[in-house]
């Protein structure tokens, strides 16, 4: 027999208390074997998957920039991304690309994948996240321009509403020579669309 829970209250409730209370409001049983951890181990998920909140993207950068004698674009692309959508809480993923072109600094490579993950991980929508990305690469740096591109698949497209499983959205920010020349932002588009180093 289904054991019968008292409604927490939500004012004092614990967060484990209020994934509890939402594992009965969808008909389960959190007492049932399977869904006695669930709601530890969805506060753990939920904790990870937010963590930008709690990381700042300025601090990170303001540790990796380097004074480099360099006006050539620089670009790193294919970075994979996971999100939230804030709309429903279902993740959305896919690449990112980011290209700049340096005005005597740049940032360490291996920066570049972790700011985005800064901005990955909190309740997002994919457009903000663009215009995040490549807007705090700006300030960091003041390059000539900022390109970034993000590809991705939404859950919330393709488990639910339209069920359209072979869809993704694309969205750019271009900023600087990358928004004001075309041959500048032709040349990033082209150059992401291009085969890897490995031929793929």
Same mark, same amino acid.
């Given at each position: ?49 937010? #963590? ?6 300025? &601090?990170?950068? #303001? ?35 980011? =290209?700049?072109?340096?005005?005597? &600094? ?9 700011? /985005? ?32 591109? /993000?590809? =991705? ?10 069920? #359209? ?11 600087? =020579? ?11 588009? =082209?150059?992401?669309?291009? &085969?890897? /180093?490995?031929?793929?």
């Amino acid at each position: 027999m289904k054991k019968e829970l008292e409604p927490v209250s939500l004012t004092s409730a614990t967060f484990q208390e209020l994934l509890r209370e939402l594992i009965v409001r969808l008909g389960e049983d959190p007492a049932r074997d399977g869904l006695l951890r669930t709601p530890e181990r969805m506060q753990r998920s939920l904790e990870y998957l937010t #963590k930008g909140y709690r990381e700042d993207p300025q &601090k990170l950068l #303001k540790g990796a920039l380097f004074n480099v004698d360099y006006d050539e674009m620089v670009i790193v692309k294919d970075i994979e991304m996971f999100s939230l959508c804030e709309h429903h809480l279902l993740p959305f993923f896919g690449k990112v690309h980011v =290209a700049y072109i340096p005005k005597g &600094k740049v940032i360490g490579l291996s920066k570049l994948p972790r700011l /985005i993950d800064i901005f990955a991980r909190r309740l997002q929508v994919q457009e903000r996240l663009t215009t995040q990305i490549a807007e705090t690469i700006q300030r960091a740096i003041e390059p000539q321009g900022v390109g970034v591109v /993000i590809e =991705a698949r939404h859950l919330c497209m393709m488990m639910r509403g339209v069920e #359209k499983q072979h869809s993704s959205a694309v969205t750019s920010s271009m900023l600087g =020579a990358f928004r004001e020349e075309k041959e500048t932002r032709d040349e990033f588009l =082209a150059l992401i669309r291009g &085969k890897g /180093i490995n031929g793929s």
